[in-house]
């Protein structure tokens, strides 16, 4: 099982940027893909983007495309999406989640972190 604590969310303006980090820990991290999705109340969990176990694959949903980018320090066992141009759709908690491979179905990945909020006001 691996462990993931998400941090990084909170309130900013619309127009304006976060970086959200994902650090996983426990058994065999190195060579899992991580995925993020986000939830809005009365919605379901989507994709927003994800990154295979090596870094050099990356997949984005359209809605995040050109304003989100994923990426990851291994040595620090750590993904991280930079969000820009954020606007109040993105208002959401986001997880991220731990899989085998890389995949924009939730159901792909097995463990997951606890959530962050974020919050864009217009």
């Known amino acids: 099982q691996v462990q993931l604590a998400e941090s990084g969310g909170g309130l900013v303006q619309a127009g304006g940027s976060l970086r959200l980090s994902c650090t996983a820990s426990?058994?065999?991290?190195?060579?899992?893909?991580t995925g993020w999705f986000r939830q809005a109340p009365g919605k379901e969990r989507e994709f927003v983007a994800a990154?295979?176990?090596?870094?050099?694959?990356?997949n984005y949903a359209d809605s995040v495309k050109g304003r989100f980018t994923i990426s990851r320090d291994s040595a620090k066992n750590t993904v991280y999406v930079r969000m820009h141009s954020l606007q109040p759709e993105d208002t959401a908690v986001y997880y991220c989640?731990?899989?085998?491979?890389?995949?924009?179905?939730?159901?792909?990945?097995?463990?997951w972190g606890q959530g962050t909020q974020v919050t864009v006001s217009p």
């Open positions: 426990g058994r065999t991290v190195s060579n899992i893909a």
């Open positions: 989640g731990a899989g085998r491979v890389i995949s924009d179905r939730w159901y792909n990945y097995n463990d």
């Open positions: 990154i295979d176990w090596s870094g050099s694959v990356k």
